[in-house]
C-alpha cells in the first residue's frame, strides 16, 4: 500500500511528518482479531486506512455496550486517552471487518504530537469529533426507547435491505440486553416491518422504520 499517509487523509501533515510517518509500514487486520482488552496499555496510535475497528465496553454482569466503531479517518478515544494520560485500556476493541491499519509507536507519537503543530492539530480535531460521539450515545441510551434505537441501527447497518448482525451484536450497538432486542425485533416482525433469519434481519417495510427512528427528533 503505497503512500498510505496519502490515502489515509494525512494529506494536511506538513512535509517533515508525512516523512516520518510513511517508513511506517500497514498491518493487516483479520476479521475477529483483538486488539485490545481492558487492562492493556497503548503501544501506539492505530491509523485505519480499510476495514473497521468495533470497540465495545463489558459491565460485570456480561452485558456488552458498543461504545464507537473506528474506520477509515477516524481516532480511538481509549487509545488517545492512553497515549496522552497513560491509563489503561479499560474496554475491549475487535476487528469487526477485515482491513489494515498503521501503528505510530507510541515514542513517535509523544514525539510528533510535541514538534508538529499539524499532526497535533489532527489527533486533537479526531479526539473533539469522536467525544461529541460519545456524548451522542450517552443521549440515545439515556433518553431514547429501545424501539427508536433499534430502528436507527437497523437503517444504518441495512444493505440492500438486509442486516448482517445477530441479536447480541445488535443489543451491544444500542446498549440493551439481547433477550430485550429479542422482543422488539419479533414485535417488528408482527407488524410486518422486518423479518428474521439467522443472524441476520431483512427490512420489509424501511418507511415505518424510517418513521420510528426519526421519532427521537420529536
Known amino acids: ?48 486506512l480499510d476495514g473497521r475497528i468495533e470497540v465495545f465496553l463489558t459491565g460485570t454482569s456480561g452485558r456488552e455496550l458498543m461504545l464507537y466503531a473506528v474506520e477509515p479517518g477516524q481516532s480511538c478515544v481509549q487509545t488517545t486517552l492512553g497515549l496522552l494520560g497513560g491509563g489503561a485500556y479499560s474496554a475491549e476493541a475487535i476487528c469487526a471487518q477485515e482491513g489494515h491499519f498503521v501503528l505510530i ?48 441501527a437497523l437503517l444504518a447497518r441495512a444493505s440492500g435491505g438486509r442486516v448482517e448482525a445477530t441479536q447480541a451484536e445488535l443489543a451491544a450497538q444500542i446498549g440493551s440486553a439481547r433477550e430485550v432486542v429479542s422482543r422488539r425485533l419479533d414485535a417488528f416482525a408482527r407488524s410486518g416491518w422486518v423479518r428474521q433469519e439467522r443472524g441476520a434481519v431483512v427490512l420489509q417495510d424501511a418507511a415505518a422504520l424510517v418513521r420510528l427512528a426519526a421519532a427521537a427528533a420529536l
Open 105 to 152: 509507536p507510541r515514542p513517535l507519537f509523544l514525539s510528533l504530537m510535541e514538534a508538529s503543530a499539524t499532526f497535533r492539530a489532527l489527533v486533537f480535531a479526531a479526539f473533539a469529533q469522536r467525544m461529541g460521539d460519545m456524548v451522542g450515545l450517552l443521549e440515545r441510551v439515556s433518553f431514547q426507547s429501545v424501539e427508536i434505537r433499534l430502528a436507527q
Open 1 to 48: 500500500m503505497n503512500d498510505w499517509t496519502a490515502a489515509a487523509a494525512l494529506a494536511g501533515l506538513d512535509p517533515a511528518t508525512r516523512t516520518r510517518l510513511a517508513a511506517l509500514s500497514p498491518q493487516r487486520m483479520p476479521r475477529g482479531a483483538v486488539l485490545f482488552r481492558p487492562g492493556d496499555t497503548a503501544s501506539g496510535f492505530s491509523v485505519v
